[in-house]
């Protein structure tokens, strides 16, 4: 056919186009050839989802579905056809399949989903399904006994429990509710098999005398169910080894203790090794390192000294573990004992973060009051406090500085604050301290400004373009609100529909990097965008950019004229919208020039791209009339290339044009022909 399109203004013309299509009939296919299912006990369900797609250019009614075969018992419709159902030409109608292997004996499990239609060549569509049900037993249905008969306290203890799972499903053990003392060897396996004696290893490591009966129990899936093993025997101490407790010690000094070695029984032993361990066990060393191996005969003790050194950093609890290897009548035995310390930094505890509450934008807070207290054992001397920035002034302290502080004593600190921005403002206040050790330490705090509305002007920047063009249009914003904590904003830009067709919206590069925009658009010329999930934040002014497909338009210059914008902080007001400007170029202009020219458009045609939909090679024809530049490019539904297919000059006559689309996502794309004779767009869509 033809098209013919008559211009009045700015240039008064008469523009035909030809017009080609090709026909193709239905066909209406499942998006797999088959569903399967995963293996699943008898506990277990599991619904899938398969899409029925309409890949001609009729309508089909779907008017029934139902489920066949041996297995049909075990699986369900979950949104059945109950009546007729249209799906339209490239449109597609979900299926909703569940699994349910209960119903079913052990073993593959198979079915079909039939699907009635009108249509004469495919009266019925099928899908075969699939899946196998296995079957969940207790390993044992009594609880497995273990007896671990004489235990040493403080040494650690290697068993294993011996199970078979007897049924089909694979047992997993997803959770272990052990005993204090008890755990799980590195080895445990993470699964039972079907039919295999496994297992179970563990440890044990006992923390007081005397006899003991333990349940330990496994939670096992798929099916919720709790395998227990009982664990018996009888603790017993022949040796012991006492922790070291080094107190609070000040990061710039070190501390002794002492840990005594003792044999309670009757029998000589030996001590084969002695280490620290743990993550502080750098700090900690032997004043003389024991000769090794030590003798301890029946009944006798020997003493270790031990030192902490802290590190610099150091603070809080550095706590270790001294481990030693004993022979006991030919056994050997591993024992623990704690080394315990606080590392303390010499500085006065604030409490954490301390919020001083607020004040108007460049104006002075009244007097707020913090204080800090001395919580260690020793003296502290505080020789000043330094403020964080010049928003801070101190005012008096109690002590006046400088000051010694007993333990226990605390410093109480006046000060003011003067907010420079609005929203809140952290800050900090140092402590300068030169005993028992010389630090400086801050202290946190937080302080809000506020005041009158902040007047902010939004403003389109100016754009240019021909057509078939797809431009970026800027928003700009008149100041800096990016440390105001705007999670949200939304607004308006009108535009001339005649001239503009929006396409997208961008966000890289800009204030908006960081958060979710979306947008749409009405007939009349109005755009409405917002963005939010995250928080604006840049070192441009730039708020974001709206993307529109350039078209002929009725004049050269259109206006951008933003509107209607609101931000996510209450303080901040549009004060002021600023207008932008988009000017066609290569337009027809009162000399004559035009953009169109009817000898030109006709030079080139192109056909469908077949097969469509696409799901890997495609193919589609293009004619050039007469000698002539061809460039053939993909473009997404943004307007962007994303792939170039031809570019250079093209004989008269057909050219077949091949485009791979294995690595484009699904979705819906356009391709663009452009030669000196004109421009043409076919849609395609890519499956996966």
């Not at 066949?68 to 449109?91: L, Q, R």
């Not at 294993?160 to 590195?186: F, H, I, K, Q």
């Not at 800096?480 to 396409?503: E, N, Q, W």
């Not at 484009?664 to 996966?688: D, E, H, I, M, Q």
């Amino acid at each position: 056919g033809k098209l013919c399109l008559v211009f009045d203004r700015p240039c008064p013309d008469t523009v035909c186009v030809s017009l080609e299509g090709d026909a193709i009939d239905g066909d209406i296919i499942f998006a797999v050839p088959e569903l399967r299912f995963d293996t699943l006990a008898q506990c277990e369900s599991q619904l899938r989802t398969v899409e029925l797609r309409n890949s001609g250019s009729a309508p089909v009614t779907l008017q029934g579905s139902t489920l066949g075969g041996a297995g049909a018992g075990a699986f369900v419709i979950v949104n059945p056809v109950t009546a007729d159902e249209v799906v339209p030409p490239a449109g597609s109608r979900e299926f909703r399949l569940r699994f349910q292997p209960a119903a079913a004996p052990d073993g593959l499990v198979t079915a079909i989903l039939f699907v009635s239609t009108d249509a004469p060549k495919q009266p019925v569509v099928e899908l075969p399904l699939e899946g196998t049900r296995v079957t969940q037993k207790t390993p044992t249905p009594e609880p497995m006994q273990v007896a671990l008969g004489g235990v040493l306290l403080g040494s650690t203890v290697s068993f294993s429990a011996e199970c078979v799972n007897t049924g089909s499903a694979v047992l997993r053990v997803t959770d272990m509710l052990l005993p204090a003392g008890y755990a799980a060897d590195a080895g445990m396996p993470a699964q039972l098999i079907p039919r295999r004696i496994q297992s179970l290893p563990f440890v044990f490591t006992p923390a007081v005398e005397g006899a003991f009966v333990d349940t330990l129990r496994l939670v096992l899936q798929p099916c919720d169910d709790t395998l227990r093993i009982i664990v018996s025997g009888d603790v017993s101490r022949p040796y012991t080894q006492s922790d070291a407790d080094f107190g609070e010690t000040a990061v710039c000094m070190m501390r002794g203790a002492r840990v005594v070695l003792r044999n309670n029984s009757g029998e000589e032993m030996e001590i084969l090794a002695l280490a620290v361990e743990g993550g502080f066990a750098s700090r900690y060393s032997f004043d003389q390192p024991p000769t090794l191996p030590l003798t301890l005969a029946p009944h006798a003790a020997d003493t270790l000294w031990l030192t902490l050194t802290p590190q610099p950093g150091d603070r809080g609890d550095v706590s270790a573990v001294l481990r030693s290897d004993v022979r006991i009548e030919g056994q050997l035995y591993t024992f623990r004992s704690a080394l315990r310390a606080s590392v303390f930094d010499g500085g006065l505890d604030f409490g954490g973060l301390t919020d001083l509450g607020f004040a108007p934008i460049g104006e002075e807070s009244g007097v707020v009051t913090i204080t800090g207290h001395n919580r260690s054992g020793y003296l502290v001397r505080v020789e000043e406090l330094q403020p964080g920035s010049p928003r801070l002034r101190i005012v008096a302290t109690e002590p006046p500085l400088p000051a010694t502080l007993l333990s226990g004593d605390s410093l109480r600190v006046q000060l003011t604050f003067t907010p420079d921005m609005q929203g809140l403002i952290a800050d900090s206040l140092f402590t300068v301290v030169t005993s028992p050790c010389p630090v400086r330490l801050p202290a946190a705090l937080q302080f809000e400004g506020r005041g009158d509305l902040l007047p902010v002007e939004l403003r389109a920047g100016d754009v240019r373009g021909a057509v078939d063009d797809t431009v970026a249009v800027p928003l700009f914003l008149s100041r800096d609100i990016t440390g105001m904590g705007i999670t949200a904003f939304s607004g308006t830009l009108r535009y001339d529909a005649s001239m503009l067709y929006p396409v997208g919206i961008d966000a890289d590069g800009s204030l908006s990097a960081g958060m979710r925009a979306r947008w749409h658009s009405d007939t009349a010329g109005v755009l409405v965008f917002a963005a939010d999930s995250g928080r604006l934040a840049g070192e441009t002014d730039m708020l974001l950019r709206l993307r529109f497909l350039v078209l002929i338009g009725s004049d050269s210059v259109s206006v951008l004229r933003p509107g209607a914008a609101a931000f996510s902080h209450p303080a901040i007001a549009i004060s002021t919208y600023g207008d932008g400007r988009f000017t066609l170029t290569d337009f027809c202009f009162a000399d004559g020039t035009r953009l169109l020219s009817t000898e030109r458009l006709v030079n080139i045609h192109a056909g469908m791209v077949r097969p469509s939909p696409v799901r890997g090679m495609a193919r589609v024809d293009v004619t050039v009339e007469s000698d002539a530049a061809l460039r053939v490019s993909v473009l997404d539904m943004q307007g962007r290339e994303v792939r170039l297919l031809r570019d250079g000059d093209a004989a008269a006559g057909r050219h077949e044009i091949i485009l791979d689309a294995a690595a484009l996502p699904a979705g819906s794309y356009f391709l663009l022909f452009r030669s000196s004779g004109g421009t043409l767009l076919r849609k395609f869509t890519v499956l996966r």
